[in-house]
């Protein structure tokens, strides 16, 4: 069931969402500070177990294509490919801080463009890179083309009931099941967003980081109540 407005959730959550938003973006430029675990690397967030990331990486996407998605799961170097992929959709767990849980469910645009960006920025992490560092790396990489901007719809589904995201304070906390469009330079006037002038959203959808290369269109969405995806088995081959 949709949710209502995003008015019907409150300023403080609107706030906090766009804030968590804002904040992902700005540390990995794509919304994707993906983290390592207990190696060598400090403040990383802890390895799941494998079946249980599986499932809750697949618990971002719509029904209608669990399924088929390819999967990824986090180790001590980076993210690994558990399961490939049959409808070009992504599903993986990224960590905005090693206390946060993200799933995350791409498009074949989200995994062509965006997937990329989190798989390297984990891997950065994991050898112990900084901020400075990661995003230092990550400019550059689109300046080269190595990363590259969206051409099409780039979709990631944050369906999962089980987000976990920082709010203003830094604090994690539950979040709704929403969806994200990457509309680079999108601004919020042109999407006719109702910003208050506490900044904070009050529509039923707005633009985190407006007008700049890593713009999102944020669409909060009700409880996602479909059937279970699929088995952490199913098809999930490869080594964890």
């Given at each position: 069931?949709m ?5 019907h ?10 804030f968590?938003?804002v ?13 390592q675990?207990s ?7 802890p ?33 690994v ?8 959709f ?8 090693p ?6 469910c ?49 979709v ?16 994690v906390?539950?979040f709704p ?15 006719g967003a109702?910003?208050?002038?506490d900044g904070n ?6 633009v ?10 944020i669409?909060p ?20």
């Amino acid at each position: 069931m949709m949710v209502k407005p995003m008015q019907h959730l409150g300023k403080r959550a609107a706030g906090i969402c766009l804030f968590w938003l804002v904040l992902a973006l700005q540390l990995a430029v794509s919304g994707a500070i993906a983290a390592q675990s207990s190696g060598p690397v400090a403040n990383q967030p802890p390895l799941m177990d494998r079946q249980k990331e599986i499932t809750l990486a697949l618990s971002a996407c719509p029904t209608s294509v669990a399924g088929k998605a390819a999967v990824y799961i986090l180790q001590l170097s980076g993210y690994v490919k558990v399961r490939e992929g049959q409808n070009g959709f992504t599903a993986i767990v990224q960590h905005l801080l090693p206390t946060s849980v993200e799933p995350l469910c791409m498009n074949a645009e989200g995994t062509r463009t965006h997937l990329p960006q989190v798989l390297k920025v984990a891997e950065l992490r994991a050898q112990g890179k900084n901020f400075e560092e990661i995003k230092r790396f990550v400019d550059d990489a689109f300046v080269k083309g190595i990363f590259q901007l969206p051409s099409r719809t780039s979709v990631d589904y944050m369906l999962s009931t089980e987000n976990v995201v920082p709010n203003d304070k830094g604090v994690v906390q539950p979040f709704p099941p929403h969806v994200m469009f990457y509309v680079p330079y999108v601004t919020n006037a042109e999407l006719g967003a109702d910003i208050g002038p506490d900044g904070n959203p009050t529509g039923a959808a707005f633009v985190a980081r407006e007008g700049t290369r890593d713009a999102t269109i944020i669409i909060p969405v009700g409880t996602h109540t479909g059937p279970a995806h699929v088995s952490a088995d199913s098809g999930a081959g490869g080594s964890p």
